[in-house]
């Protein structure tokens, strides 16, 4: 059978290129409502690319010769053999569609109309993205990652991860396994709409960054003074370090002010006995110059004030 006509273009300076075979076009129309028409494509792999590797992926479609669709991407996310344990999942890389374009979109629904076998237009619509309202699984599921939104934003990684801030290493484990199953992408990318993806990617992330924080007892014991925690004892700790930091700053702070609150002294007598003989202008010559030491006494700057509404 002839092939269908479409313009394929390479990605540039693509680094990897993989082939993904479908069965049929209805096989194919099945993986573009998935994933990608949505700009993504997830592909398993145990051995993946770093993220921002640019990679050609080449859909072949087995059940009509000479069938290809070329797109590129990059790597957006990476799913390590460890994770993929962890999560119960698969490794492999999330591939972020460079070229999904509109009119890209456009013309695979086009061609998505034909029948495999007669290549002749079967009449269903073409799939349009996001052309249905949010159900109310999307809407529950959107007010929940926005309140961990919340979480991340304020770096509090005990409530991102539904933790008391005593939790031992098997409660962060159990904890980040469970948020992994309600919040990981790959549960959520194909039945949410492309606008929410952005918002699921974040929230993962930081879930993430706060579990390996949590799991590392030198990052945790860091963590937990920063925020007071010291129901953690290498918190307690670590905050030692910091409160002889401070101790030592302010024992320097005084060495280096002492002597200038003493000339302020100094020049403020001098500029009293000035006052009383008369001179009110030298007083407060004197007092200005106070001020260049001690910028914020506001005792020689109300006292300049009441000297100056004595001159003529």
């Known amino acids: 059978m002839k092939a269908p006509q479409i313009s394929n273009q390479p990605g540039p300076q ?41 990679v050609q992926l080449v859909f ?26 962890l999560l119960g999942g698969q490794p492999g890389m999330e591939i972020r569609l460079m070229d999904m374009t509109p009119q890209r979109r456009k013309e695979l629904e086009h061609l998505m109309t034909f029948d495999d076998n007669t290549f002749v237009p079967q009449g269903q619509q073409p799939i349009h993205r996001g ?25 509090d990684y005990y409530n991102l991860l539904k933790l008391p801030k005593n939790a031992t290493p098997s409660e962060i484990r159990d904890a980040y396994r469970q948020r992994s199953k309600e919040y990981h992408p790959d549960q959520h990318y194909r039945k949410l709409p492309q606008e929410l993806h952005a918002l ?52 320097n702070y005084e060495q280096m002010v002492a002597p200038r609150k003493q000339k302020v002294d100094v020049l403020s007598r001098e500029a009293e006995a000035d006052a009383l003989k008369g001179n009110v202008q030298g007083a407060i010559s004197k007092l200005q110059l106070a001020l260049t030491l001690d910028p914020l006494n506001a005792s020689v700057k109300k006292r300049i004030k009441e000297l100056k509404e004595q001159l003529p």
Not at 21 to 38: A, S, T, V
Not at 61 to 81: C, K, N, R, T, Y
Request: hydrophobic share 35%; charged share 30%; aromatic share 10%.
């Open 14 to 54: 693509c680094e990897l290129a993989i082939r993904i075979r479908f069965n049929n076009m209805q096989r194919f129309r099945e993986e573009y409502e998935r994933q990608i028409g949505r700009g993504n494509y997830f592909v398993k792999s145990p051995r993946n690319k770093p993220i921002g590797t640019r």
């Open 60 to 85: 072949l479609l087995e059940s009509i010769e000479g069938f290809e669709i070329w797109s590129w991407g990059e790597v957006d996310q990476v799913i390590s053999a460890e994770e993929a344990d």
């Open 131 to 155: 052309s249905f309202p949010p159900t109310e699984e999307q809407d529950s599921l959107k007010k929940q990652l926005e309140s961990l939104q919340l979480y991340a934003r304020r770096g």
């Open 200 to 251: 699921l990617q974040d929230v993962f992330q930081h879930i993430t960054e706060a579990y390996r924080v949590l799991m590392d007892p030198a990052q945790r014991a860091s963590y937990d003074a920063k925020i007071g925690n010291y129901t953690n004892p290498l918190a307690a700790h670590a905050s030692q370090g910091h409160v002889k930091q401070q101790e030592a700053f302010q024992k």
